[in-house]
């Protein structure tokens, strides 16, 4: 069965300062995906990147960044020089393929960040 | 612009009535899903649907039902028999792959509804 733990559930950072959101996961699949998306408090969650199992190259775009790491079963969220409109709830997701074009997501409980000015 | 439309945004019902949820997309999305979403448990997958006329319950699918009739339409239905009724609901849509590259959809969402049991 497939989980996803997001052990931070709340995080407060003064603007400017770098933080990062953890994010663990548990699957038998050795095909699956990874996400991350941010749900800001209009409540839609909007995509911020996606991963599969077999690319564990690190990205950066801009202030963010991502560190997989199939060794720990870990995909952290990094920002860098925090501002206030990054607070919002961003939760980690675990996708995998069901028969028939179907994918199975399962979502974190999810980390609400507070970013004060 | 393209997107995922759910209303109402805020609705208040009372115990015993049904209540239905709209969810309109014009993403020419194949794929759509239901969520819901209480505080620190995340998102839970109540039904979901590929074709017009199918879908599949998801994880939490008791007292609630849903249709599609059209392929840009799926709306859900709270009924009577959903006994903690009050959350924040949340529609998705995803286009649909083939095989082991089905687990790469991203999901659009709607802004969702969020529905008080008074």
């Known amino acids: 069965a497939q989980k996803v733990t997001q052990a931070q559930t709340e995080i407060s950072v003064v603007e400017k300062e770098d933080v990062t959101l953890d994010c663990v996961y548990e699957t038998r699949d050795t095909t699956y995906y990874l996400f991350w998306y941010k749900q800001p408090p209009s409540g839609e969650l909007v995509f911020l990147i996606r991963r599969n199992s077999f690319d564990e190259q690190n990205e950066i775009s801009g202030r963010y960044s991502w560190n997989f790491q199939k060794s720990t079963s870990s995909f952290n969220f990094t920002i860098t020089a925090s501002q206030v409109v990054d607070s919002a709830v961003y939760f980690c997701?675990?996708?995998?393929?069901?028969?028939?074009?179907?994918?199975?997501?399962?979502f974190g409980t999810g980390t609400k960040l507070q970013v004060i000015p | 612009d393209g997107g995922i439309t759910q209303s109402p945004k805020y609705l208040f019902r009372k115990e015993g009535q049904n209540v239905t949820l709209s969810c309109e997309q014009n993403l020419n999305h194949d794929a759509m899903y239901w969520y819901r979403q209480d505080p620190g448990q995340g998102l839970r997958l109540i039904y979901y649907s590929q074709i017009v006329n199918d879908f599949q319950k998801g994880d939490i699918a008791e007292g609630y039902s849903v249709s599609r009739e059209k392929k840009e339409s799926f709306p859900l239905t709270v009924t009577s028999a959903q006994k903690n009724p009050t959350a924040f609901y949340l529609c998705a849509s995803s286009i649909i792959t083939q095989g082991q590259a089905s687990g790469a959809n991203v999901l659009t969402f709607g802004a969702g509804s969020r529905l008080t049991v008074l």
């Open positions: 997701a675990l996708s995998e393929a069901l028969l028939g074009g179907y994918q199975k997501v399962t």
